[in-house]
């Protein structure tokens, strides 16, 4: 066994599931080397979400991966297409008895405030492969079959073990960021504990399996079916739309049931029974036992290391928020660790991380949990199911994903209540604390135009030459949130950062002493 210590690194990411990736991808992206660790020998085949939500793909779209997360989408946009069925088999399915809820059509706005979404559903493991591809385009250390052993912090960083191909070594790390999922070692070290409902129903066994459905489709696509039959009831979900899926079927605790009793001639029986085919060709390729749960943690920092993801919080399925979630984790943390290592800001706007990211894990768990009561308060469409929602507090899927706004030292006058109606449009209005509203300019969204930088949004001329005179690039816009004589800071994840409505005396120095306040900057000593 080797002992060999290597040089520091700026950022050690835990876990290489999709939010561990995107967390990697994201400082490559911010210009920050990071050391990936994951104790598989590779990306995970098997996957446990298809539900890529519009922010989401925004941030895809910043890393420039959003047309490749499509093209691997299963297409639900044309005829025959659903988002999801009810039938007793698939092969009564094909033969049209089922019920079917279609793909919803964007609500009325949504269009107008996020012009970027997928055309389908695509599998967290299609997802992870588009992304671990790039970060070996980009030359990412990424470290598979490497476990961490061990974790130390000091003032100046932190010290991991790790055991890998070549044996056992340490690493010192200025920051450490924990992906490893929702029995995150990295947590458990740190002695963080959780809170929250814990785990929901009944265990379940996820079954990702080889076979060629088409035929018994007959030309129909989904991306959730709920088989009815009493042989073998559970939830298909699509991966590819052809000849692989996933299927959910509980494993029957109370009754004796264990989920090694799930062999592959088990579960190829199960499947057979599922779909209605006694001689259908199957391959079992995997199967995992997991179970729904909704749990928060104490603390989404402490130190030198942060949590993010399952690590952080996990949520119940209904309503695709986890991974998206976690996905949002990293794309807010990513860019501060990138301002505090390039010397930028001052180590205190990393707190802001916490005083962000964790009220809105709060408040997703609880819209989750909410659906998990009734979901038809989820999937219901038309005037009924709106009242419905509102009766019982639960927001509309897209303002979950993109409507909830930051209350932090990191924004200046923020304003994270949401209005009184919420609906999407109606929370992406340009308040302090909530992602920048979309527009035009001149054939450009503005989530382009931010383009992961400090952007200055402008009414006048007078703030586009003060941006001139500090170096922030600057942009004149006429829209409805911001005045005429106004503007907007927005931060590198295209989040509000300040917004003024009347002209300033100096406003240069104006948006140097703000830039300064968020990013934490030392005051410097007058002379």
């Not at 994201?26 to 994951?38: K, M, N």
């Not at 302090?432 to 527009?439: E, K, L, M, Q, T």
Request: glycine fraction near 10%.
């Amino acid at each position: 066994m080797t002992n060999t210590a290597y040089p520091e690194v700026p950022v050690l990411v835990v876990g290489g599931g999709s939010v561990g990736l995107l967390a990697a991808a994201l400082l490559d992206h911010h210009g920050v080397p990071a050391v990936l660790v994951e104790r598989r020998s590779g990306p995970s085949i098997h996957p446990r979400a298809t539900g890529i939500g519009s922010r989401t793909v925004e941030i895809l779209r910043e890393l420039g991966l959003d047309a490749a997360a499509d093209a691997v989408a299963v297409d639900l946009q044309g005829a025959g297409a659903v988002g999801k069925a009810v039938a007793r088999t698939v092969v009564e399915m094909g033969a049209g008895d089922v019920t079917t809820v279609p793909m919803p059509a964007p609500a009325a706005g949504v269009l107008d405030v996020t012009p970027f979404n997928l055309r389908g559903v695509c599998a967290q493991d299609r997802l992870d492969a588009v992304v671990a591809a790039d970060l070996v385009r980009r030359g990412a250390d990424l470290r598979w079959s490497t476990n961490l052993v061990g974790i130390t912090q000091a003032a100046d960083g932190v010290d991991v073990e790790l055991e890998g191909p070549d044996g056992r070594y340490s690493l010192r790390c200025s920051r450490v960021v924990a992906a490893d999922g929702g029995h995150s070692a990295v947590r458990a070290a740190l002695g963080v504990g959780t809170s929250g409902a814990g785990d929901l129903g009944k265990s379940m066994i996820n079954i990702l399996f080889g076979a060629d459905l088409r035929p018994h489709l007959r030309g129909m696509s989904f991306g959730t079916c709920t088989i009815t039959t009493p042989d073998a009831p559970g939830l298909l979900v699509t991966v590819d739309g052809e000849s692989t899926w996933v299927f959910h079927v509980a494993c029957d605790v109370d009754a004796g049931e264990r989920p090694e009793d799930f062999t592959p001639e088990r579960c190829v029986s199960i499947v057979r029974t599922a779909v209605g085919d006694p001689d259908l060709d199957v391959e079992i390729r995997s199967v995992l036992p997991w179970r729904p749960r909704s749990s928060l943690a104490d603390r989404f920092a402490v130190g030198r290391v942060f949590l993010v993801g399952d690590a952080a919080h996990t949520v119940s399925p209904l309503g695709a928020f986890g991974l998206n979630t976690g996905v949002a984790d990293a794309h807010n943390l990513a860019w501060k660790l990138a301002a505090v290592h390039h010397g930028e800001a001052g180590a205190a706007l990393l707190d802001t991380y916490a005083q962000e990211r964790r009220p809105v894990a709060a408040t997703t768990l609880d819209q989750a949990m909410r659906r998990v009561a009734d979901p038809a308060l989820h999937w219901g469409q038309g005037p009924e199911a709106d009242a419905a929602r509102a009766a019982a507090g639960v927001w509309a899927s897209p303002v979950v994903h993109l409507g909830q706004r930051y209350d932090s030292a990191g924004v200046v006058d923020p304003q994270p209540e949401l209005p009184s109606t919420v609906d999407l449009a109606a929370t992406l209005d340009g308040s302090p604390g909530s992602r920048v509203p979309h527009a035009w300019v001149d054939g450009v969204s503005t989530l382009d135009l931010v383009s992961s930088r400090w952007t200055l949004l402008v009414g006048a001329d007078q703030w586009l030459v003060a941006a001139g005179d500090v170096g922030l690039p600057a942009y004149r816009v006429s829209v409805p949130w911001l005045p005429s004589g106004g503007a907007m800071l927005v931060r590198p994840d295209a989040i509000v950062a300040m917004r003024v409505t009347t002209s300033v005396p100096d406003p240069a120095q104006f948006l140097t002493d703000t830039l300064d306040r968020l990013l934490a900057r030392p005051i410097p000593v007058p002379r």
